[in-house]
């Protein structure tokens, strides 16, 4: 059976999909309900590694997806057909225990959730109403309110770091530091450094970014996720638009302390390639990290490394103040943010309609 027919085959199959199969021995399955689920990626983790012909078997409740490498002899529809009867198995013994505790959190999930605006009328027939749509919408509401927890705690350091580049940046401004800092960076020129720098100020160049991020949404890295592909393009788009309506509306001069060796534009607050960098180089690392767990903490580390290059060569080439960087950077935090937002609420979606 060739490679496209087993594709078709397992695809067909809505619990279960097979989205890279290239090597023998190795696939990566797109399982349904494992968004946002670590018990179900505990359970799935602990069942395939149970069966002798299991190798090796990882589960990502971020992307959905789980990595199974197996013995070369076994086909491919029979790891999905193993799979399939996992999560069957494990959505029979959930509704056990979620039908022992529906009423319960239902009552709870409409006591918080302050649901006043039902009148009586509505309220009676809301109560009297189909079970299964009470159930979904309870799950729906207890399913929403751990996102948002989980979610808050994960961006709670990245919005002190956007406090922390605002307060930096009025700071700057208000002792007038930014002429100082230029100067005694450019005691640090040499040719070598001035081609190397360049060569990092290219990589933050909008135009490139823009090019990158549309070259990336049809990269491998997205195949078969189409949100993240789409919320790449906007927020690539949507940083440049951004960034040059800030420009208009402050209209700060840039720095004349030197011959610049770039052609640069007239408006210089905030910093183009500072703000729009972290936003598409901080996306790509999120999405990468999400793909590479393991590999999670490099991830950042090298995209933080990069972003901060970035903005140094602005500053080592003449063409910006260090606000305008410090103000790009907080700019595009913020706006990094409600494009993850973004996407963590449509793969959100997306699990919920595929569960139920």
């Known amino acids: 059976m060739g490679t496209p027919h087993l594709h078709k085959l397992l695809n067909q199959n809505h619990l279960v999909q097979a989205i890279h199969t290239a090597v023998k021995g190795r696939a990566r399955y797109k399982v349904n309900g494992l968004h946002y689920s670590e018990a179900f990626k505990r359970y799935l983790e602990s069942r395939l590694l149970e069966q002798e012909i299991i190798l090796q078997a990882r589960a990502n409740s971020y992307t959905g997806n789980v990595l199974v490498i197996f013995h070369p002899d076994k086909s491919l529809k029979a790891i999905a057909l193993l799979i399939q009867e996992i999560v069957l198995d494990y959505r029979k013994k959930c509704s056990k225990s979620l039908a022992a505790t529906q009423s319960q959190s239902v009552a709870a999930?409409?006591?918080?959730?302050?649901?006043?605006?039902?009148?009586?009328?509505?309220?009676?027939?809301?109560?009297?109403?189909?079970?299964?749509?009470i159930f979904d919408f309870a799950r729906y509401q207890i399913s929403m309110q751990r996102q948002l927890d989980q979610t808050g705690s994960q961006f709670i350091p990245v919005l002190g770091a956007v406090c922390a580049l605002v307060c930096g940046t009025g700071l700057l401004y208000a002792y007038n530091l930014d002429e100082a800092i230029l100067l005694s960076i450019q005691k640090l020129h040499t040719p070598l450094l001035d081609r190397l720098l360049l060569s990092i100020t290219f990589l933050g160049d909008?135009?490139?970014?823009?090019?990158?991020?549309?070259?990336?949404?049809?990269?491998?890295?997205?195949?078969?996720r189409r949100w993240q592909a789409t919320i790449l393009g906007i927020a690539g788009v949507g940083a440049i638009l951004l960034n040059c309506l800030m420009k208009i509306l402050f209209g700060r001069a840039r720095p004349a302390l030197w011959k610049h060796i770039i052609n640069v534009g007239q408006h210089s607050f905030p910093s183009g390639h500072a703000m729009v960098s972290i936003v598409i180089y901080g996306f790509t690392g999120y999405i990468l990290a999400l793909e590479f767990p393991q590999w999670r903490l490099r991830i950042y580390a090298l995209t933080v490394v990069l972003i901060a290059a970035i903005g140094f060569s602005r500053l080592y080439l003449g063409v910006h103040w260090l606000t305008d960087v410090t103000a790009g950077y907080a700019a595009g935090l913020v706006w990094l943010i409600v494009c993850i937002l973004s996407l963590e609420s449509q793969q959100k979606k997306r699990s919920l309609l595929e569960a139920g």
């Open 109 to 133: 999930v409409i006591k918080d959730s302050n649901l006043h605006f039902f009148d009586t009328k509505e309220n009676t027939a809301f109560q009297k109403g189909n079970n299964r749509n």
């Open 206 to 224: 909008p135009l490139f970014m823009l090019i990158s991020s549309f070259g990336l949404a049809i990269s491998p890295l997205y195949h078969n």
